[in-house]
């Protein structure tokens, strides 16, 4: 499992521990304000309406008798009687909130306070009836005011009862719905810190691993391979880091390598030259050709500091590029000449037209035409010919230099195009830089052109400077 995805399974339980919390808390709030819209319309109503009945069985008590407010006050008494049986008593209501508080009485244990509710109403009915009637004949009796005084009293304590009852039920879902609340937090708390400690210890512990790999690389240059196994993203950062240092490591070496061959290369033409002006001295009869060999040791060395600055300029992107009309069949039989004074053992048997015109950098072409010789006199065998073709065409001109050699397997037809590549020369231990191929590459690509490297059968490699005309 990725990283990504465990930080995901993370986000959603944290996502939904909090949409859990936040459900229950509006249910709890609706519950509450449905309990108290059912406390305030079914028991505290009808407690005021009591209490309101009471005032008036005062009134009739302690006011002097007049028939006609009696009469009222009767019928008022006998009216809130009638409706309390039809409406608010829970006996054979089947109205919501008589249910429901029915269940709330069920859940407490006071389902008794029913029958004493229905009892309580029918003495006030009997009462209040006859109340009513009192006031039409002789009049009310203290003994009927003590009466219905007590039956409202008694109805009142009933529904104090059913307060008690609700605030209990209010009290016990309030508890239920912290209990709740407490084990969805607890259990999402839990789930976030599970996953959290997994997904720490799949990065953490690796995470330090990368980083101490990142250090020891900037501090030592050292590369060693972490070997992460998996397809999560850490796996597979560490192995784009082990293949990248790697590559890197390969190379400083190789590019040490390089440095070290091409101080060679330099310091041979240099020791050369130092080499045969001693001799001039020493012995002026060999001074013309000490001169000879001078100028010729001399032009090498140039064109490799040459090549080493053209190298830098276009790892740069900075190869300057200037084009003239050129002759490349001209050009070509100068480098040919070049390259067999300074190799002596490999003629170049050059087959081209008089001259084949075209537009181009002389100086990067020149250059271009002295590397693609010189690699081939360095893998040719020994005492061995390269033949050397110029073939002009309506758009292009190819240049063509077969070796006579081994063949090239295909690995090492993709290595001799590397920048800080080495070869091999069949005469001499030492490894030789060909920075020139890769240069020679470059300027046929600037030019719009390619170099092309294949293998004949039995005959050696061919290389193929494919320039526009």
Do not use: F, Y
């Given at each position: 499992m990725s990283v990504g995805h465990r930080l995901s399974f993370l986000v959603a339980a944290e996502l939904l521990t909090a949409l859990a919390l936040v459900v229950l808390g509006f249910v709890s709030l609706?519950?509450?304000a449905s309990s108290s819209q059912f406390l305030h319309r079914f028991v505290l109503v009808p407690i005021q309406a009591i209490d309101g009945a009471l005032d008036d069985v005062g009134y009739l008590g302690d006011h002097p008798r007049d028939p006609a407010d009696d009469q009222v006050i009767a019928g008022r008494l006998e009216a809130f009687a009638r409706h309390y049986g039809r409406d608010i008593q829970?006996?054979?209501?089947?109205?919501?909130?008589?249910?429901?508080q029915k269940a709330q009485l069920q859940e407490v244990?006071?389902?008794d306070l029913i029958d004493e509710e229905t009892h309580a109403v029918a003495l006030l009915k009997q009462d209040t009836d006859r109340v009513w009637a009192a006031t039409s004949g002789a009049g009310v009796t203290p003994a009927d005011l003590d009466a219905l005084h007590a039956d409202l009293r008694e109805l009142l304590r009933i529904n104090l009862e059913f307060v008690d009852a609700a605030e209990a039920d209010i009290t016990a879902s309030a508890a239920r719905t912290r209990t709740a609340l407490v084990l969805?937090?607890?259990?999402?708390?839990?789930?976030a810190g599970a996953l959290a400690w997994r997904v720490r210890r799949a990065i953490a512990p690796r995470v330090s691993v990368l980083v101490q790999k990142v250090k020891k690389f900037q501090e030592f240059g050292v590369n060693e391979r972490t070997l992460m196994s998996g397809r999560?993203?850490?796996?597979?950062?560490?192995?784009?880091?082990?293949?990248?240092f790697a590559a890197i490591a390969d190379r400083n070496r190789e590019r040490e390598r390089f440095l070290a061959v091409a101080a060679h290369e330099l310091e041979t033409p240099m020791a050369s030259i130092l080499g045969f002006v001693q001799s001039a001295i020493e012995n002026p009869a060999q001074r013309e050709?000490?001169?000879?060999?001078?100028q010729r040791q001399t032009r090498r060395l140039g064109?490799?500091?040459?090549?080493?600055?053209w190298a830098a300029s276009v790892r740069a992107g900075e190869l300057e590029f200037h084009p003239v009309p050129l002759d490349l069949a001209d050009v070509t039989r100068r480098m040919a000449e070049e390259v067999e004074e300074t190799m002596p053992s490999h003629r170049v048997c050059m087959h081209a037209p008089r001259s084949a015109h075209m537009l181009a950098d002389e100086t990067l072409v020149t250059h271009a035409l002295w590397s693609l010789l010189t690699y081939a006199g360095a893998?040719?065998?020994s005492d061995s010919p390269i033949d050397l073709a110029v073939e002009p065409s309506t758009a292009r001109v190819l240049v063509t230099c077969q070796i006579h050699g081994p063949s090239l397997p295909p690995e090492d037809q993709m290595r001799i195009f590397d920048p800080f590549a080495t070869i091999q020369y069949e005469v001499d231990a030492r490894p030789r830089s060909t920075m020139g191929l890769f240069l020679c590459r470059e300027i046929a690509r600037v030019h719009g052109g390619s170099l092309r490297v294949s293998d004949r059968a039995g005959i050696g490699p061919a290389l193929t400077l494919d320039l526009p005309a």
């Open positions: 609706e519950r509450l829970i006996a054979g209501n089947s109205g919501p909130d008589a249910q429901r244990g006071r389902l969805v937090g607890l259990c999402g708390v839990a789930l999560d993203d850490i796996a597979v950062l560490a192995n784009a880091l082990d293949v990248g050709r000490a001169l000879q060999v001078i064109r490799l500091v040459e090549e080493l600055l893998v040719s065998a």
